[in-house]
């Protein structure tokens, strides 16, 4: 942190989990010509698959990118994010994908996995023609996006390049690493068939990424109860690649690897944590248990505990971090945290950043604050603090003001969409 950086009375925030993708139809540019007649076909499917989840959802029901038409370009509408953005107090953004991508199976979020078929390859080709944008996207705003990449796990060699591509065409923010779901015929994220990924992750310094509703098994069209069991469930699957990478050994062989977890909440990480601890001294040292038995030769050529491969390589993405969860920071380790707004979804804390920030750090240790709202995505993603600095000094809030706590009774009706105002994850006496 540079001298520019530590002279600010306000903080530097840079958001971990925000997410950008084109309209449907929008990336035919990025697309090569002999797609251009699928496209369209495509987009009239994913028009019709709307009406439907429309017909069953009724109002609640949202377009693209999961938000309504009207605000569907914050997407991709490169002077309305900035705009917005500042105007919530942050510089910085760490981007995912939203929208969905050309030739995805209908109806499918941007985290789903493919469905193995024939079109295989019009899907990598949808997914490039993201990531081709993607890096536009990025460079219009340059220092201020760091744009993560998509790959393809049944295209390895294909994927391998495209991370190549990614590095040299400035999408800092790494690789978006899809789940295995079960039911998907893909191979787990533990099958040794992913090394050539792993390696050249950790060669490049490209961080891998996992997000909320990566992994996540098709729950079927039992609408409505198929999308609150997701709701239910999408966490823990996401969860799922944290010990799989860890046991097969993937954080032994690449000891520079970076692996972040976002938009799966933080709490679940200290006894999650614990277990995995437990679990592998059962299977490595007592050697008269069934652990031991069943589970002991995969974990013999590790070295470290699993919380230790965790505090050397894992991160987690804190979007609208309640104040219960900043009160486990000590128990997570504060250099873990990565703080994080979920611009543009409905459930983001945007336009109320401001006061979810006094609700959850209002009595916290400025410096850090400024560790988790910045300091550690600086490091994972390579954002110039001092480069951004300027920024932060015109529409950074003032650490004055989010030292001044936030009564619970005072945050705005509007605010409440937002999981981080939640009344059961707020600290008594607030």
Known sequence: MGREFEELDRYLLITSDTHAGLAPSLYKPYLA???????????????????????????????????????????????????????????????????????????????????????????????????????????????????????FLPNIEGSIEEIRWAKENGLRGGVLLPGAPPGSDLPPLYAPVYEPIWAVCEELEMPINHHAGGGTPDYGMYLPHSMAMFMLEVTWWSHRALWHLIFSGVFERHPKLQFVLTETGIGWAPETLRSLDSMYDRM????????????????AALSLKPSEYFARQCHLGASFLPPTECAMRYEIGVDRIMWGTDYPHIESSYPYTRELMRLSFAGVDPAEIQQIVAGNAAIVYGFDLDFLAPLAARVGPTKAEIAEPLPYSSVPDAARKCPGFAPDRQLPGL
Not at 84 to 102: H, K, L, Q, R, Y
Not at 107 to 134: I, V
Not at 284 to 299: F, M, R, T
Request: glycine share 8%.
């Open 284 to 299: 490595k040292y007592e050697k008269q248990c069934s652990e031991h038995l069943i589970g002991g030769p995969a974990v």
């Open 33 to 151: 010509k002999k797609w251009h007649s699928d496209l369209a076909v495509w987009v009239q499917s994913g028009e019709e698959a709307e009406k439907l989840m429309r017909q069953v959802m009724g109002e609640r029901s949202i377009g693209v990118g999961g938000h309504p038409d009207r605000d569907a370009n914050r997407n991709w509408d490169s002077k309305r994010r900035l705009e917005e953005s500042e105007a919530d107090g942050v510089v910085a953004e760490v981007i995912f994908p939203n929208t969905v991508p050309p030739f995805a199976p209908m109806p499918m979020s941007a985290f789903e996995e493919p469905t193995l078929g024939n079109d295989l390859e019009k899907q990598w080709a949808g997914l490039q023609a993201h990531n081709r944008w993607l890096a536009e996207f990025c460079a219009e705003a340059p220092g201020r996006r760091a744009g993560i990449a998509q790959i």
